[in-house]
Nanobody, 126 residues
Framework: QVQLVESGGGSVQSGGSLRLTCVAS????????MGWFRQVPGKAREGVAT????????YYADSVKGRFTISQDGGNKTLFLQMNSLKPEDSGVYYC???????????????????WGQGTQVTVSS
């Protein structure tokens, strides 16, 4: 069973930066993509950034391009999300996700991912 544990959330003023970390355990060689999603109350979880596991290819939501950077380290067992120039609309609970099954869902779509962390809160004040 894959386990994902996020950390690094917090409160920051608009224009500030945060770095989220996700430590993954029990990943297998069949982990295709990993990613970050965020959710605000009353809305669906949205894909923020994803990365092809071990391959470096990255994908971003239009709303975060040029501000957020997803990366991996530690033998692909640690996932990061560097968030710069934060805006109030970036607030939400951020989840780490892993895809370990074959699927045709878009890389930024929630149904593509079958393992999730518990989430970490990010609050950006104006």
């Amino acid at each position: 069973q894959v386990q994902l544990v996020e950390s690094g959330g917090g409160s920051v003023q608009s224009g500030g930066s945060l770095r989220l970390t996700c430590v993954a355990s029990r990943l297998t060689s069949y982990t295709y993509f990993m990613g970050w999603f965020r959710q605000v109350p009353g809305k669906a979880r949205e894909g923020v950034a994803t990365i092809k596991n071990g391959g470096g290819t990255t994908y971003y939501a239009d709303s975060v391009k040029g501000r957020f950077t997803i990366s991996q380290d530690g033998g692909n067992k640690t996932l990061f999300l560097q968030m710069n120039s934060l805006k109030p609309e970036d607030s939400g609970v951020y989840y780490c996700a892993a895809q370990t099954r074959s699927t045709s869902w878009n890389v930024l779509s929630e149904p593509r991912y079958n393992y999730w962390g518990q989430g970490t809160q990010v609050t950006v004040s104006s």
